[in-house]
């Protein structure tokens, strides 16, 4: 079965420092990969997502993701971090791009001024 | 604004008590999954309706269960509740359920169940 596994539950950056949030999958077929972000009291929203295109996805808010295939990677990063991104990031995989979701434990985003 | 509505933001009942949490998906979808969130599991994939028939069914316990609509609302009823039940509970919504969907769900802002 697919799964991911983000590494870090909580990431300290200061403001206009570079963000890496880390996500490893296992999937016995090509995946469908996504990032979400949740803010405080809100469900979650579409970051980016890989669907066996382009292996370095842009997403909004300046984030990007590269899958990398011989890794079984899919990092988030964005190049300065804002306060405003201060948030809940999860991973999510999906072997076939239907039905479930399965998202990792999530990584929480402090961002420091 | 997703576009996806639950309801209610919050619930507050006793052990033992049942429950319904009420999700309207986002117009023109016909995928509806329900996700728990708790601080001990993470985000548990529940179910899946693809236009009114159970597509998908994951760690559901069995006091649990959930249906969609003709008018494709989704309503998920939680019965003799545990303490453990305590969770934020997402409705998603999707456009397709099979090969159209992109894996890109819409989520609403959750319903919180407290359960004393």
């Known amino acids: 079965a697919q799964s991911v596994t983000q590494l870090g539950s909580h990431v300290s950056v200061s403001e206009g420092a570079l963000v890496l949030l880390r996500c490893n999958y296992s999937?016995?077929?090509?995946?469908?990969l996504f990032w979400y972000v949740q803010y405080p009291n809100q469900g979650l929203q579409l970051l980016l997502k890989?669907?066996?295109?382009?292996?370095l996805v842009k997403g909004i808010n300046g984030f990007e993701a590269e899958f990398k295939k011989s890794e079984t990677s899919f990092h988030l990063t964005k190049p300065s971090a804002h306060m405003s991104d201060a948030a809940e990031y999860f991973c999510?995989?999906?072997?076939?791009?239907?039905?479930?979701?399965?998202f990792g434990t999530g990584t929480r985003l402090l961002v420091s001024p | 604004d997703s576009g996806v509505t639950q309801t209610p933001k919050h619930l507050i009942t006793a052990t033992g008590q049942r429950v319904t949490l009420r999700c309207s998906p986002r117009?023109?979808?016909?995928?509806v999954y329900w996700y728990q969130q708790s601080l001990d599991q993470g985000l548990q994939f529940l179910i899946q309706?693809?236009?009114?028939?159970?597509?998908a069914k994951g760690n559901i316990l069995e006091r649990f269960s959930a249906q969609q609509f003709p008018d494709l609302h989704s309503e998920l009823n939680l019965s003799s509740l545990e303490l453990g039940d305590s969770a934020l509970y997402f409705c998603?919504?999707?456009?397709?359920?099979?090969?159209?969907?992109?894996?890109?769900?819409?989520f609403g802002e959750g319903s919180r169940l407290t359960v004393l």
């Open positions: 998603a919504s999707s456009v397709g359920g099979g090969a159209l969907n992109t894996g890109e769900l819409f």
């Open positions: 999937s016995s077929v090509p995946p469908y």
């Open positions: 890989y669907t066996s295109a382009a292996t």
């Open positions: 999510a995989v999906s072997e076939t791009g239907f039905q479930k979701l399965v």
């Open positions: 117009s023109g979808d016909l995928s």
């Open positions: 309706y693809y236009n009114g028939e159970e597509r």
